[in-house]
């Protein structure tokens, strides 16, 4: 039944309106108009954290009451091995026109039954030809030094451990009961940025942590769903990483057994989406800009490509593989998320982090040691690379990963900015063997016909489930 909702819904996206300020169209474009090179500043107005592993339900935030308050640079480290600095710089940024491709009708109420059902092995967005549109609307301005500094700034202010004193409040739906010791050290926490009059609004959010020290961090969440985005089969395929689902069988993955697993509430970006439509809900008449650095860019990078926003990212993996597996929106016809062009998404990055690069592998590498299954290399949108190989003679190290490492060592080392350049020709995981036990094509009504799909199993999988399908089209007169 849910399979021929999706069509229905999808043919209803224009003319579905609401008074309930959720379901009001998020940054439509005649709303926002822009002018290039237009400065503001920003200040950090609220936090939020979403529970995932221990308190799924939970949903709290909380407010800052000066805006004048405190920001640190910190990092993904410990407070005692990382250095943490005070921002006494303002967050200037300034805005510049950039074209996104997106659906017109970018409502989470809207887009989330579409999007299980596209993870679920349902192609419904080749459906929507006619929901799309290319929009030219303000966002950050990439070529800008300062303003790029304050994305970085307001991504190492999220690794901030000690907040500013005030009390945290629930969000709608808060089970205080389930909060045990430590709450607020397992989830996803997003850091609301806000400009003067409020007409623009950034949301930070927090990056992985290496702090597998502390029993009470997110380290050890953080390796599951690294390596539930990154590892071409969520971390299965070498005894070194942590297994994060039950997906291969030797070297042939089922992708929708992986893409069941991503959307579960616990993980990261079902937890993100909440926060997002929770904030969005809070500036309904906001432009909302992403950004974050590692897990927290790819987080941004989701959503960006989820609701079709500005998107600006630090020393991310890959985030290709975990676009096509989570089934977010793409346009007919685009192709892989590495080719997709006019995303909005800009990842920045130095050519020395091979977690950037997709260098971490192998029975030595670091990340492998460690657990992790940073095997992704492709990344959406366009990439702003920093050579610092070849400008400054660095090796490649997991240390050049760190934004503290960023900020200090590589963008205010940095006359200008580099030039932001698509990667479309990538490929992640050629030595596996993809392949969906639910894969379905289901097409808008017609007047005419329909088409079904027939599947038949080839090679038996687990629990009555299929390896391989082969899938026969036959048509069905409707009139």
Known sequence: MKYLLAPLILSHLAGARSEDVRQRPLFPTDEHSFSENTIDVFSLRHIFHHGTHLNPDLHKHFDISDSRSTLWINSELDPEIGPKI????????????????????RRPSVLEPLITAAQEGVNVWE?????????????????????????AYMGANAYEPELNKGDWKDVGGGFNETEGFGWEKEGV?????????????????????????????????????????????????????????????????????????????????????QIY???????PDSQIWLTGHSLGGTMSSLLGLTYGLPAITFETPGDALPVSRL??????????????????????????????????????????????????TCHTGRKCVYDVMKDFGWHSSILSHGITSVIYDVLLRYETVPECKAVPDCT???????????????????????????????????????????????AIPTS
């Open 127 to 151: 459906s929507a030809s006619n929901q799309w549109a290319l929009d030219t609307i303000s966002g950050p301005n990439v070529t800008d030094k300062d303003t790029i500094l304050t994305f």
């Open 428 to 474: 992640d995981c050629s030595s596996w063997k993809e392949v969906s036990r639910n894969r379905t094509t289901t097409s808008m009504p017609s007047s005419s016909s329909t088409s079904t799909s027939t599947a038949t199993c080839r090679t038996p999988g687990w629990f009555g489930g299929c390896w391989d399908k082969t899938t026969s089209a036959t």
């Open 327 to 376: 089934g977010l929106p793409a346009p007919p016809g685009s192709g892989t998320p590495q080719s997709r062009n006019n995303t909005g998404t800009f990842h920045f990055g130095v050519t020395s982090d091979p977690i950037f690069t997709g260098t971490c592998t192998g029975w030595t590498a670091t990340c492998a040691l460690a657990g992790y299954s940073f095997e992704s």
């Open 86 to 105: 005070e921002i006494t710089r303002p967050l200037i940024a300034s805005s510049s026109p950039v074209d996104i491709e997106r659906l017109q009708d």
């Open 189 to 273: 926490r997003g850091y609301v940025y806000a400009n003067e009059d409020e007409s623009t609004v950034v949301i930070s959010f927090k990056g992985g942590s290496a702090r597998f020290w502390n029993p009470w961090d997110t380290a050890w969440q953080d390796k599951e769903n690294v390596n539930m985005l990154f590892g071409c089969c969520c971390g299965q395929g070498s005894f070194l990483y942590h297994r994060a689902c039950n997906c291969a069988k030797g070297s042939t993955c089922d992708i929708s057994c992986v893409g069941s697993c991503l959307r579960k509430e616990e993980k990261y970006y079902a937890a993100a989406q």
């Open 277 to 283: 439509s929770n904030i969005t809900a809070l500036y």
